[in-house]
């Protein structure tokens, strides 16, 4: 028995590497592989599924291009310099993979991941690699179930005619007759180093991962990207810590409620321009039982008058903070017996990039500064005063509604008892 369990010991343990590949030249979106997608950088969706799935040695991004490796290793993962060879239009995936294969010795099984498939979770992930690590397939592709009659052109004589592919027109059978075809949806590829050193991505002994329809997103076709956010926001994957259900709004009043502008007269400033979208985004907050604090700073102009009005329009509380923004936020949450995971904070400049870090949701303006930018959690595609407390208002509820149907989920499964605010 001895000599038995020192062999396992001995045993070389495979190195399997997560690869995402992120080209800066994109014909379609620019630099679409970094672009805000629901508040999150597009990679940075299935780079969170990879290291949360901890079935990796190493999770690595090739790219040609300085602003994705920032975000890359911002989000961490490591970065392979992709050399030009391989990042011209023309170069296909394999030759990418095998790059990378080339310089990295030591793995022996590749995944390669796509950046546009944002619904990724780390269980596609985990229980893809078992067909490799326990049942001894070399490649696994994921797949879609789809249930769609395939057509195909023939050009008969100088006419254009058609003829079915998979099915017959005279029995044409009920969906659930059917088990449907099952096709790529470009997920992750997982290859041993043998294949891809012989030129392939799938071969071998060769098994294919089923994901449901709901997780197979693909933002590399032609997809209109508020419809992506909205799937994306039903189910993707937020990461390893539970959904919390935001109880608080702290909303700045200049530069997210309003733009920041101030029309200024010899008396002072006397009015700013409030977006109904944005009023209408906290009225649905309210209703739905979260409590939306509108504050401002001593940097603000905002005069008094103008505070009580838009207390009085939204029926919420306008506090003034003085200069340790942080440590009064934090006096307010005491006050409610309110932890930083069930606050929302939305900002737009320096003064609030603590508070940004630590509420459990937070989010800016477009048209934030920098620094603010890469605080928040949510960056909104709308300015200031013109939708973003709406769209951050939207954001809020879809995630409240996750949250709920997560706990009732639990409830019903018996693994946590039923309390949804």
Not at 117 to 133: D, G, M, Y
Not at 260 to 283: H, L, Q, W, Y
Not at 324 to 334: L, S
Request: proline share 4%.
């Amino acid at each position: 028995m001895a000599p038995a369990k020192k062999r396992k010991r001995n045993e070389k343990r495979q190195h399997i590497a997560a690869l995402i590949l992120a080209r800066g030249g994109s014909k379609g979106i620019r630099l679409k592989n970094i672009k805000m997608l629901a508040g999150v950088p597009l990679i940075g969706w299935v780079l969170r599924a990879a290291l949360d799935s901890k079935q990796f040695n190493s999770v690595w991004v090739s790219t040609d291009h300085d602003e994705i490796e920032k975000v890359a290793t911002t989000w961490g993962a490591q970065v392979h310099r992709r050399s030009p060879e391989v990042s011209k239009d023309s170069t296909c995936s394999l030759d990418a993979i095998q790059e990378f294969a080339k310089n990295h010795k030591e793995v022996d099984v590749v995944c390669n991941i796509q950046a546009t498939s944002p619904c990724l979770h780390p269980s596609h992930l985990k229980e893809a690699l078992e067909l490799i690590t326990k049942q001894g397939f070399e490649s696994v592709f994921s797949v879609v179930r789809r249930h769609h009659f395939r057509w195909q052109e023939v050009n008969i004589g100088g006419f254009e005619v058609t003829k079915p592919l998979n099915l017959d027109p005279r029995k044409r059978p009920r969906r659930q007759d059917w088990a449907g075809e099952l096709c790529e949806n470009g997920s992750f590829y997982f290859t041993t180093r043998r294949l891809i050193e012989e030129g392939q991505i799938q071969g071998g002994k060769c098994a294919y991962y089923e994901m449901l329809p709901e997780y197979s997103v693909d933002i590399d076709v032609d997809i209109d990207w508020p419809v992506a956010e909205q799937r994306v926001l039903r189910f993707g994957y937020f990461g390893q810590d539970k959904l919390e259900v935001v109880r608080l709004l702290l909303c700045k009043i200049s530069g997210c409620l309003t733009d920041g502008c101030f029309p200024i007269s010899a008396s002072g400033p006397e009015m700013v321009t409030v977006n109904e979208k944005d009023i209408n985004g906290i009225r649905m907050l309210k209703q739905e039982e979260v409590d939306v604090i509108l504050i401002s700073s001593n940097e603000d102009l905002l005069p008094k008058g103008l505070a009580e009005k838009l207390s009085n329009m939204t029926d919420c509380q306008v506090i003034k903070l003085e200069k340790d923004i942080q440590g009064e936020v934090k006096a307010i949450m005491d006050s409610r017996k309110l932890d930083w995971k069930e606050v929302a904070y939305m900002g737009n400049d320096v003064q609030d990039v603590e508070c940004l870090n630590l509420a459990g949701l937070s989010a800016v303006p477009t048209d934030a500064p920098v620094v603010a930018l890469n605080a928040a959690k949510y960056s909104c595609h709308s300015a200031a005063g013109k939708g973003a407390v709406r769209e951050f208002a939207d954001h809020i509820l879809l995630l409240k509604k996750k949250a709920k149907a997560q706990m009732e989920q639990n409830y019903q499964e018996g693994t946590s008892p039923l309390h949804i605010p």
